[in-house]
């Protein structure tokens, strides 16, 4: 399920692209029943599933679809480093068009591509639990901006009719699918217009030797995930040299090894 030439000369050209369907319809619904209990009835979940990625969600954490397009995108070394849910009702929003462009060239987030091989910093994956239509709000992209290096004009930052740049784009989609976009590019979460919610899990995945986000995951979630998936988790470093042979932070290596809690403390 490597990237296709065609996805790879969307997220090339525009900054991200779309994965339809991949989730099946039961994975659906106790996805999106989790969320509804999460943001509306989390007494009613147990401790470990009252949060993404524990419970039903846990399952986005390494699906197939989306672990390979990370490692060719980032790296096969790469880590999850955020994860949180939407449910968003008509006229809600997420925010205006942030990110993109010179500004963003520090190499957690920048972009390039070298011999015909990608490399990006932070790749942000949509799981859209809705079905999205083009006028539903989802989120927008200004396309090609992961790339500029001038900035950007305030011509093209506005997200009222009308007045929006000719490059800002958004997707239609089925639900299930996943949407792929680089942290490098400008996009914003208008207000939503359908009076169906729009249900989301959003990631954000890594370089394995990079980390921008401090884990907020509640300790009780992230203790109810199996090794295998809390090795995506594990800590930023990629090679330990304090040993002969230096030992690699590979999945295997954690899944084997009977290190300590992933670390969930946050500061005030």
């Known amino acids: 399920m490597s990237l296709t030439e065609e996805e790879r000369f ?3 050209l525009a900054g991200f692209f779309v994965r339809p369907a991949i989730l099946t319809e039961a994975q659906i619904r106790a996805i999106r029943e989790q969320i509804y209990l999460i943001k509306h009835n989390p007494q009613a979940l147990p401790e470990e599933h009252q949060d993404v990625p524990g419970g039903p969600s846990s399952i986005l954490i390494d699906h197939p679809a989306v672990v390979d397009v990370i490692s060719e995108i980032i790296s096969p070394n790469f880590r999850l480093e955020n994860s949180h849910c939407v449910w968003r009702k008509q006229g809600e929003e997420h925010g205006e068009l942030h990110g993109g462009g010179p500004k ?64 800002l784009m958004s997707y239609s989609c089925p639900p ?3 949407i792929f976009f680089t942290e490098n590019i400008c996009h914003a979460g208008p207000k939503w217009n359908s ?6 899990v959003l990631h954000a995945y890594s370089h394995l030797a990079t980390n921008w986000h401090r884990l907020n995951i509640p300790s009780k979630v992230m203790a ?21 042979p230096a030992v690699l932070n590979t999945v295997d290596r954690f899944k084997d090894n009977n290190e300590g809690p992933i670390n969930t403390e946050t500061t005030p």
């Not at 963003?104 to 942000?124: K, W």
């Not at 009076?195 to 989301?200: F, K």
């Open 224 to 244: 109810g995930l199996p090794r295998e998936k809390l090795a995506y988790f594990r800590e930023p470093w990629v090679a330990d040299f304090r040993q002969t």
């Open 10 to 12: 969307r997220f090339d």
């Open 195 to 200: 009076s169906e919610p729009r249900v989301a």
């Open 104 to 167: 963003q060239i520090d190499p957690i987030f920048g972009y390039r591509v070298q011999r015909e091989q990608i490399y990006a910093g932070m790749v942000r994956v949509i799981f859209e639990l809705t079905e999205i239509k083009i006028n539903d709000q989802s989120t927008h992209f200004l396309v090609g901006s992961h790339k500029a290096n001038f900035p950007i004009h305030n011509d093209h930052m506005s997200l009222e009719n009308g007045k929006r740049s000719e490059f």
């Open 176 to 178: 299930g699918s996943a």
